[in-house]
């Protein structure tokens, strides 16, 4: 199994140069193939730009083999073509943007499989705030104001980024919506990778980690370990080991 990098937004600046430098080493080093999915921005065309700037980043922390792929919307995930291309990365990095676009355009498609293949490797998949989000189980969508289903790499969770700003005024409804869950808040400038040696996950960057679950509230800052039976490790459905 591999390794997955839940980012809180605001991605791509120098605050969070050490979870991102921590994803490539994982991923194996300078010369690991990383693939930038800008999907999440396509619904407002931004998505060539939002891809180039995930370029310039993994570059300017030492990437050698890093591409954005024109995987922008549920037919291009489709493409087998690209599906075959992203089989052979070793970090997938889903960018941000609309939820609930990026979701739609990954689920059960060719390319997802893929992706859980990169897991399954051992490689790394990462996401920065709708690329975070929609890896969970449920996802809050904040355009149409409604909890919707994810791709569950993260089950029994419901990731709220940008916590120390706008996320913050999601939790209290969100715990009446799904008094089932755990809600896993992430500061932006912040990231959780499990990459802990003895089981769990480490917090990198700037902000704080917080952990809503029954009730009960624990906060994380950067260089806690977030325990496994606090926040499970991540999951990859059987059903995408045969493809």
Same mark, same amino acid.
């Given at each position: 199994m591999g390794y997955l990098l839940l980012e809180g937004g605001a991605e791509f600046n120098g605050r969070m140069i050490d979870a991102d430098r921590r994803a490539l080493e994982l991923a194996g080093g300078e010369d690991a193939a990383v693939d930038i999915i800008p999907a999440a921005a396509a619904p407002d065309s931004n998505h060539h730009r939002a891809g180039q700037n995930g370029v310039e980043w993994?570059?300017?922390?030492?990437? =050698?083999?890093?591409?954005?792929?024109? =995987?922008?919307?549920?037919?291009?995930?489709?493409?087998?073509?690209l599906a075959e291309q992203l089989r052979s990365s070793r970090l997938v990095?889903?960018?941000?943007?609309?939820?609930?676009?990026l979701a739609h355009s990954l689920m059960?498609?060719?390319?997802?499989?893929?992706?859980?293949?990169?897991? =399954?490797?051992?490689?790394?998949?990462?996401?920065?705030?709708?690329?975070?989000?929609?890896l969970c189980e449920k996802f809050y969508?904040?355009?149409?104001?409604?909890?919707?289903?994810? =791709?569950?790499?993260?089950?029994?969770?419901?990731?709220?980024?940008?916590?120390?700003?706008?996320?913050?005024?999601?939790?209290?409804?969100?715990?009446?919506?799904?008094?089932?869950?755990?809600?896993?808040?992430?500061?932006?400038?912040?990231?959780?990778?499990?990459?802990?040696?003895?089981?769990?996950?480490?917090?990198?960057?700037?902000?704080?980690?917080?952990l809503y679950h029954q009730g009960i509230v624990h906060s994380y800052a950067a260089g806690a370990i977030i325990s496994y039976e606090q926040l499970p490790s991540p999951q990859v459905d059987l059903m995408y080991k045969e493809w």
């Open positions: 993994f570059r300017r922390i030492g990437a =050698l083999n890093v591409v954005s792929r024109l =995987l922008i919307d549920r037919d291009s995930a489709e493409n087998q073509e990095f889903l960018l941000g943007g609309f939820p609930s676009h059960g498609t060719y390319s997802w499989r893929s992706i859980c293949s990169v897991y =399954l490797g051992g490689g790394v998949i990462g996401g920065s705030s709708a690329g975070a989000m929609v969508d904040p355009f149409s104001h409604k909890v919707m289903a994810g =791709l569950s790499l993260m089950a029994g969770i419901c990731l709220i980024p940008h916590h120390n700003s706008t996320g913050f005024s999601w939790v209290k409804r969100l715990c009446h919506f799904l008094p089932e869950l755990s809600l896993l808040g992430i500061d932006e400038e912040t990231g959780i990778i499990n990459d802990a040696l003895d089981g769990g996950w480490t917090v990198y960057g700037s902000g704080t980690v917080v």
